[in-house]
């Protein structure tokens, strides 16, 4: 089973330039979360999807970020303008939907690194 | 007060120890709780998830659940330096299935 694919691996931009980051979750997933990672942190929730609607965004900041997932499968997160502090690893992660009483496992893909300059 | 704490470490053990990590939430309505590895560069990888009080064994790893305390706990027995990792510590509600809070994680690192 392939995993959760995301690209770029990396990326270096200068402050208040623009980035997009897209995922490929699992096959058959229909939860789709995109995640922040600060050096030295925990991964810290965006945004999560369920199929092609946003369950839940309220870390997310409106103001310079947006995710889209268009037809419920791939998605992309995009950074606009970007401040030093976005310097992250921005993971996504993908599980299938068994409903409020099944197991939790999410999978995380290899993440795309992003520095701004 | 975070949602999720873990002392950061550094953990050192020898090879051979049993390594325990810990952690407290704050949310009482926490349901589910994992425990993911996080090698330096890569992504985290779940290893352990408990939903009840208690004990759940899965190989050389034990997680540990108490909700009335908030804590839950992995132990690591026979550690081997393949273990060196960081450890993250996260916990949902079931309501929300998906949506896990994290801690920043324990380092550990095992001497040969």
């Known amino acids: 089973e392939a995993g959760v694919a995301q690209s770029p691996r990396y990326k270096i931009i200068e402050k208040r330039q623009s980035v997009a980051f897209w995922c490929n979750p699992i096959?058959?997933?229909?939860?789709l979360y995109w995640y922040q990672q600060i050096l030295g942190q925990g991964p810290k929730l965006l945004i999560q999807?369920?199929?092609?609607?946003?369950?839940?965004d309220s870390q997310l900041p409106k103001d310079r970020f947006s995710a889209e997932r268009l037809k419920g499968v791939d998605s992309t997160l995009k950074i606009q303008p970007a401040k030093l502090e976005d310097s992250a690893v921005y993971l996504c992660?993908?599980?299938?939907?068994?409903?409020?009483?099944?197991?939790?496992?999410?999978?995380f893909g290899e993440g795309s690194w992003l520095t701004v300059v | 007060q975070k949602e999720v704490e873990q002392n950061s470490g550094p953990l050192s053990v020898p090879e051979g120890a049993i390594a325990s990590l810990n952690c407290t939430y704050s949310?009482?309505?926490?349901?589910?709780f994992f425990w993911y590895r996080q090698y330096s560069g890569k992504s985290p990888e779940l290893i352990m998830s408990?939903?009840?009080?208690g004990d759940k064994e899965d190989g050389r790893f034990t997680a540990q659940l108490n909700k009335a305390s908030q804590y839950v706990s992995l132990l690591i027995r026979d550690s081997q330096p393949s273990d060196s990792a960081t450890y993250l510590c996260?916990?949902?509600?079931?309501?929300?299935?998906?949506?896990?809070?994290f801690g920043d994680g324990t380092t550990l690192t095992v001497k040969p």
């Open positions: 949310d009482r309505g926490s349901q589910s």
């Open positions: 408990i939903y009840s009080n």
């Open positions: 999807f369920q199929n092609n609607g946003v369950v839940d």
């Open positions: 096959s058959g997933h229909a939860t």
């Open positions: 996260a916990v949902s509600r079931l309501t929300n299935a998906g949506k896990s809070t």
């Open positions: 992660a993908s599980r299938t939907w068994g409903g409020a009483s099944s197991g939790n496992t999410i999978y």
